[in-house]
């Protein structure tokens, strides 16, 4: 059996961000980030790796003509991007506009969102739909075949034999109304006493 320390090892997480800068990093910026975040112990810090100049950055469509550095780093703690992004504004005495700090799981969804965002030069307004009539997924046919496989999937109950079996009845009891008695007819007279 594993002890709790060996439990506490395995389950160790490391929360990864990657930190952009739009604004020319201080040599000892790698060094600055690591002290910021010194409260959710930085596991690792990479050296910044700067982009070429652009006339507009994705990330920052207010700075013109800028450069972006990244940053890559790993805590033990977890934190939110807003949070690592203040306490590095903060460190670096920068404007909270030029920093941005996103988790992986949030790159992941920024890939998956700019991935069609590619021109093909075709014409989305003048081009016409495939044609389809979609009968397979809402009409008559998916109705027909809905109910045909209703069919075929029939469940018919089981006896459970068990334990209790001999005080158990053989069969479902039915009950039985009891006869009504002929009695004279009151006629139009109700119960209270009126007609």
Do not use: W
């Amino acid at each position: 059996m594993k002890s709790f320390t060996e439990y506490l090892v395995e389950s160790k997480r490391v929360y990864e961000f990657k930190i952009k800068i739009a604004k020319d990093c201080p040599k000892d910026c790698t060094t600055l980030i690591k002290s910021a975040l010194a409260e959710f112990h930085v596991e690792s810090c990479s050296a910044g790796k700067t982009t070429p100049i652009q006339e507009t950055q994705i990330e920052f469509p207010n700075h013109p003509n800028v450069a972006v550095t990244i940053f890559d780093v790993a805590t033990n703690y977890p934190a939110t991007s807003l949070q690592i992004a203040n306490m590095i504004a903060e460190k670096l005495r920068f404007s909270k506009s030029d920093v941005r700090v996103r988790n992986m799981k949030e790159e992941e969804e920024l890939s998956i969102n700019n991935q069609n965002a590619t021109k093909s030069g075709k014409s989305v307004l003048t081009t016409d739909y495939e044609n389809s009539d979609n009968q397979e997924l809402v009409g008559e046919k998916k109705k027909e075949n809905f109910l045909k496989e209703l069919t075929k999937t029939k469940k018919e109950l089981e006896q459970v034999k068990g334990v209790n079996d001999t005080l158990l009845a053989k069969k479902v009891p039915v009950e039985k109304q009891p006869k009504q008695s002929k009695t004279k007819s009151t006629g139009n007279k109700s119960p209270i006493g009126g007609k």
